[in-house]
């Protein structure tokens, strides 16, 4: 089996760095699963179609097309057309929260997140990469932090890009998803004892890398440089 790193948590919590720095690391694929949800959604929103409309969600998700584009800043692509700021927004987060609660979107993309990863191994991110993806992998783990140092992260982010928000809409939109992401009824965001948590509010993104790296070598060190 390629080796699969699962890196499951809620919004906030550094997921996307820590992802593409461990996988710089491992010298294998980053595959950013919470994108491609990111990339439907703002595809039914460009198309009108309701970010709740099972039937419509499951037919746009198995005809368009997601790709990746590898480098220092990752890019994503939706049917050609670079995406990778657009996805990121407030408006599309909770699309896609939306949008990754309706079964038929799910199955289309964890099939091809699955397809990927069994070509070349990788480091996933997202929700349910060790409870559904991924469940065989033995290098799972949960990120976590406190909501507030969460909402603090996002509202820092956004002023970076910006576009200002005030601290309490953030914090009310951060638990939100967290509620929407954890109580739908497909593949909602969990985690078991099989799981390594690591909760990174008062750590910094090199040390959160360094120790899902020396986890995962201490436990496949024969299969890694």
Do not use: W
């Amino acid at each position: 089996m390629k080796l699969i790193v699962a890196i499951d948590g809620p919004s906030g919590v550094g997921k996307s760095t820590a992802s593409r720095l461990v996988a710089r690391e491992l010298h294998i694929p980053h595959i950013d699963t919470g994108a491609m949800y990111r990339a439907i959604g703002l595809a039914a929103t460009r198309r009108g179609i309701g970010t709740r409309d099972g039937e419509a969600l499951g037919d746009l998700a198995a005809h368009v097309r997601i790709d990746f584009i590898p480098g220092d800043r990752p890019r994503v692509l939706l049917d050609g057309d670079d995406v990778t700021d657009l996805i990121r927004t407030p408006e599309i987060s909770m699309a896609a929260s939306n949008v990754s609660a309706v079964p038929a979107v799910r199955r289309v993309l964890v099939q091809l997140q699955q397809e990927l990863g069994r070509r070349s191994g990788g480091v996933l991110e997202g929700r349910d990469i060790g409870t559904k993806v991924f469940p065989e992998t033995p290098h799972k783990f949960f990120l976590t932090a406190r909501p507030e140092v969460r909402a603090r992260r996002r509202q820092q982010e956004l002023e970076a890009k910006g576009e200002p928000a005030e601290f309490d809409t953030v914090l009310a939109e951060t638990v939100l998803r967290d509620e929407q992401d954890s109580t739908r009824a497909d593949s909602p965001l969990s985690f078991d004892d099989t799981y390594t948590i690591v909760d990174t509010s008062d750590l910094a993104i090199d040390q959160v890398v360094e120790r899902i790296v020396e986890h995962v070598r201490q436990r496949r060190p024969s299969a890694l440089p």
